[in-house]
C-alpha cells in the first residue's frame, strides 16, 4: 500500500466518522425535540408533588440528549479539518512532505541524502 492509498484511505474513513457523527447528533436532537414536546410550555416543576423526582428525572434526559447532540457535532470539525489536509489533490509525492497548518501549506527543507 503506498502513501497516498494509505492518505485516501483515512480521508475516506474521517469522513464517513464525520458522516456518522452528523447522524447521531441529529438523532440526539430530534429525541430531545420529541421529549421536550411532551412538557407543555411554561409548565413548572411541582415542588412537594409526588412527581417532581420523575420530572427533574426527565428534563436532565432531555437537557443529557441535548448536550450529547452538541458534543456530536462537534466532534467532525477537527475530522473535517484534518481530512482537508489529507486529500488527494494535494501536491504530496514520495520525494517532498507537505504538512498543512491552518491555511499555510509549508514544505520541509529536503534531507540530506535528497540534496545529492
Do not use: N
Not at 447521531?24 to 415542588?47: C, E, K, Y
Not at 447532540?69 to 477537527?78: A, K, T
Amino acid at each position: 500500500m503506498t502513501r497516498r492509498e494509505r492518505m485516501e484511505h483515512r480521508l475516506e474513513q474521517r469522513r464517513e466518522w464525520a458522516q456518522k457523527a452528523q447522524q447521531r447528533s441529529t438523532a440526539h436532537f430530534d429525541t430531545s425535540h420529541t421529549m421536550a414536546d411532551r412538557i407543555p410550555f411554561g409548565q413548572p416543576i411541582l415542588v412537594g408533588h409526588h412527581s417532581e423526582r420523575a420530572d427533574r428525572r426527565y428534563r436532565g434526559q432531555i437537557a443529557g440528549h441535548m448536550d450529547r447532540g452538541v458534543e456530536e457535532i462537534r466532534r467532525p470539525q477537527p475530522l473535517k479539518r484534518r481530512g482537508l489536509s489529507l486529500t488527494p489533490e494535494s501536491p504530496c509525492s514520495a520525494r517532498t512532505r507537505v504538512e498543512t497548518i491552518g491555511c499555510l501549506t509549508v514544505q520541509p527543507a529536503l534531507r540530506y541524502s535528497e540534496r545529492r
